[in-house]
């Protein structure tokens, strides 16, 4: 039997593109996780379709793993992975449990995106690290939403900002501290940063340089409140920061 990689690849050249940022980058994550089939019908109507060949293979598996989202991803492997895995904390309500680990592999990313890299390297225990498959789909059906909304504006523009070695290195310095960002334990850390991250992949998942210059503002925004944050512990505590933030929640709450 083939295996996942080569048939992915098959899936890739079967509905017309060659990465996902040739395309609508939600109709495709729709496509590869949330549909039942790619194509219900067989294309000849001689036996069966190809996506029933396929799912078995990728559909079917209980978990996904980094090595699949690196298969699935194609050319645009770095904006892909980044909008992707800063998706469960940049929700409005963050899923629990993904910051740190996400994170670490974000900033991994980074750095590679800093020195230049064409292509990311895992080490081979995040590379096959599994994650449930009906966690994955529920956080991408409620991320759906919000990447139309980038999606209705995105298109190549100021493409050095993404494609020029200087602009990747930018790209790259930003997203890599607010990944250590996420990775800090403390309130209100996390989500920020994330959006940031969320928002300057999108960018250059497209080639959209204003969208990235827009995602970098928001983690020029994210630095300065997690250090306003950790200025504060420091001169609180962090049993202070913690009664601050509950009675900011409380006054906010409707």
Same mark, same amino acid.
């Given at each position: 039997?083939?295996?996942?990689?080569?048939?992915?690849?098959?899936?890739?050249?079967?509905?017309?593109?060659?990465?996902?940022?040739?395309?609508?980058?939600?109709?495709?994550?729709?496509?590869?996780?949330?549909?039942?089939?790619?194509?219900?019908?067989?294309?000849?109507?001689?036996?069966?379709?190809?996506?029933?060949? /396929?799912?078995?293979? !990728?559909?079917? =598996? @209980?978990?996904?793993?980094?090595?699949?989202?690196?298969?699935?991803?194609? +050319? *645009? &492997?770095?904006?892909?992975?980044?909008?992707?895995?800063?998706?469960?904390?940049?929700?409005?309500?963050?899923?629990?449990?993904?910051?740190?680990?996400?994170?670490?592999?974000?900033?991994?990313?980074? /750095?590679?995106?800093? !020195?230049?890299? =064409? @292509?990311?390297?895992?080490?081979?225990?995040?590379?096959?690290?599994?994650? +449930? *498959? &009906?966690?994955?789909?529920?956080?991408?059906?409620?991320?759906?939403?919000?990447?139309?909304?980038?999606?209705?504006?995105?298109?190549?523009?100021?493409?050095?900002?993404?494609?020029?070695?200087?602009?990747?290195?930018?790209?790259?310095?930003?997203?890599?501290?607010?990944?250590?960002?996420?990775?800090?334990?403390?309130?209100?850390?996390? &989500?920020?940063?994330?959006?940031?991250?969320?928002?300057?992949?999108?960018?250059?998942?497209?080639?959209?340089?204003?969208?990235?210059?827009?995602?970098?503002?928001?983690?020029?925004?994210?630095?300065?409140?997690?250090?306003?944050?950790?200025?504060?512990?420091?001169?609180?505590?962090?049993?202070?920061?913690?009664?601050?933030?509950?009675?900011?929640?409380?006054?906010?709450?409707?």
């Amino acid at each position: 039997m083939p295996s996942a990689s080569v048939l992915i690849y098959c899936y890739r050249v079967f509905i017309g593109i060659g990465s996902f940022g040739m395309a609508k980058l939600s109709v495709e994550l729709q496509k590869y996780f949330l549909s039942e089939s790619v194509d219900a019908v067989p294309a000849d109507g001689l036996g069966e379709s190809f996506s029933s060949q /396929m799912n078995p293979v !990728i559909k079917t =598996d @209980q978990e996904v793993t980094l090595n699949e989202l690196l298969d699935i991803a194609g +050319e *645009r &492997t770095f904006g892909f992975l980044f909008v992707l895995l800063s998706l469960p904390s940049a929700l409005p309500i963050p899923a629990p449990g993904y910051s740190t680990p996400f994170g670490v592999v974000m900033f991994l990313l980074a /750095m590679q995106l800093i !020195i230049g890299r =064409d @292509q990311p390297w895992m080490p081979e225990r995040f590379r096959y690290r599994g994650f +449930e *498959r &009906t966690t994955i789909q529920g956080l991408i059906e409620k991320g759906i939403p919000w990447l139309q909304k980038i999606e209705l504006v995105a298109r190549p523009r100021l493409t050095p900002v993404c494609t020029s070695r200087v602009g990747q290195m930018v790209i790259g310095i930003a997203i890599a501290l607010m990944s250590i960002s996420m990775m800090i334990p403390i309130p209100l850390t996390n &989500t920020l940063p994330a959006i940031g991250i969320f928002v300057t992949g999108f960018g250059l998942l497209d080639d959209d340089g204003a969208i990235s210059l827009g995602g970098l503002t928001i983690c020029a925004i994210s630095a300065a409140a997690t250090s306003a944050i950790l200025y504060l512990i420091a001169r609180v505590g962090f049993e202070g920061m913690t009664r601050a933030v509950d009675a900011a929640k409380e006054w906010i709450r409707p």
